[in-house]
């Protein structure tokens, strides 16, 4: 009885086996599912129109006018067809294998050159996204759309197709304090005067910027104010009275803070002012902040990172300050004089460009990383896509060097 029951038991467990090794068989026989198909081929790239640029530039009687000009992309082989290769800018410069993205959306820039000729002070109004790894950009249909006998002059562009700017209508040559506001829709091209406004905010009005698309902010007699268009009611300054004029208001990207310049004790500082409680706080850290600094500083590529430089015994020193975590860290040595940085991003990565004054004859430009570990003067081999990301001409010789390292600090003289 007992040798039955086993034999039924291994009767069974071959049956099992069996079964298992038909569906496995089975299995194995099912054909494998065909590969996709290969993806269509990226498209050919297109010449076409992406957005505006605007400048101002010498007009037709020796003034400053406001010029604007169509924005394309083209292909980088596409030079010789395009037959437009004077027109041909160097805004954006991919590194190699790397692919560009730049967003839609407003873009400002130092210096740009067009045609041969360096224009000052360049924002781009971008209509949509692009990946320029395939194009490069130029400039088409350059129009003055002021061409009036007075300067004018720091355009900004709004994302409904208006712009601002300054305006002397004495020229700046006769007399520099008699400036005003000035907006205009580019479809129209009528002149709105921005100041002054119900009598007030008349003449000595500089540095003015689009908070939104409805609202200005600028600098009038030395304090920062700001004015809905569509309302056109006079407003409170926006910044304490500081004893010492202000200039320069920035906000930062998320428009939680404004930043301004101010000068007290015979030198330069800037502040920072928290909207949401109204707190008012030096860039530098009190320990710096004496009468022999000069501090310029930059938002860059958050809502708190800045950059800038100061002077310690009359040498100037790159520093960046992190408000989040109130990090400051100063990122160049004392052996030198640099002044007048300039951040930027290339290759995903963040760096400063700046100026060398050692020796003021014969001004040099360096580049260094955000903590300073990697620092070095720039070379005309090498770093062409530095150059062409300041919207500077690319060196070919040590005379090339010379002369732009003059435009790049002629940036911050304006």
């Avoid at 249909?141 to 900004?156: G, L, M, R």
Wanted: proline share 7%.
């Amino acid at each position: 009885m007992h040798r039955k029951r086993i034999y039924h038991l291994v009767v069974l467990l071959l049956a099992v086996l069996t079964v298992i090794s038909i569906g496995c068989k089975t299995s194995r026989d099912v054909p494998d599912p065909p590969n996709p198909p290969n993806p269509p081929p990226p498209p050919t790239p297109q010449e076409q129109e992406v957005g505006k640029m605007f400048f101002h530039d010498t007009g037709p009687q020796s003034q400053y006018d406001i010029f604007m000009a169509d924005l394309y992309i083209v292909p980088k082989s596409g030079a010789a067809v395009s037959g437009t290769l004077s027109h041909r800018v160097g805004l954006f410069s991919p590194g190699p294998g790397r692919e560009t993205f730049v967003r839609a959306g407003v873009h400002k820039i130092r210096h740009v050159e067009i045609r041969g000729k360096i224009v000052e002070r360049v924002v781009l109004n971008v209509v949509t996204g692009i990946d320029i790894s395939q194009y490069d950009f130029e400039v088409r249909n350059v129009e003055n759309i002021t061409n009036s006998p007075v300067d004018d002059f720091a355009v900004n562009v709004n994302g409904n197709n208006q712009v601002c700017f300054v305006t002397a209508p004495d020229g700046l040559a006769a007399n520099r304090t008699n400036t005003e506001i000035v907006y205009m829709d580019i479809d129209d091209r009528v002149r709105q005067e921005l100041t002054p406004i119900n009598g007030k905010y008349s003449g000595n009005n500089w540095d003015p910027d689009w908070k939104t698309d409805d609202i200005i902010v600028w600098s009038h007699d030395g304090q920062v104010v700001e004015v809905n268009i569509n309302e056109l009611a006079v407003s409170d300054p926006i910044i304490p009275d500081v004893g010492t004029p202000q200039y320069d208001p920035k906000y930062s990207p998320d428009g939680t803070m404004i930043l301004f310049n101010t000068r007290q004790n015979r030198k330069k500082n800037s502040y920072i002012k928290y909207l949401s409680n109204g707190q008012l706080v030096t860039v530098l850290p009190t320990d710096y902040f004496n009468a022999y600094e000069d501090d310029n500083p930059t938002w860059i590529f958050s809502n708190s990172y800045i950059v800038g430089h100061l002077f310690m015994d009359e040498r100037g020193r790159i520093y960046t300050r992190d408000l989040e975590n109130d990090g400051f860290l100063i990122i160049t040595d004392g052996e030198r004089d640099f002044r007048y940085v300039t951040p930027l991003m290339l290759e995903s990565d963040i760096y400063f460009i700046f100026s060398d004054w050692t020796n003021e004859n014969s001004i040099a430009l360096w580049i260094a990383n955000e903590n300073g570990t990697y620092l070095r003067e720039l070379d005309q081999t090498g770093d062409e896509a530095v150059f062409r990301a300041l919207g500077l001409p690319v060196p070919q010789s040590k005379e090339d060097m010379k002369e732009i390292a003059q435009q790049y600090v002629d940036m911050f003289r304006f």
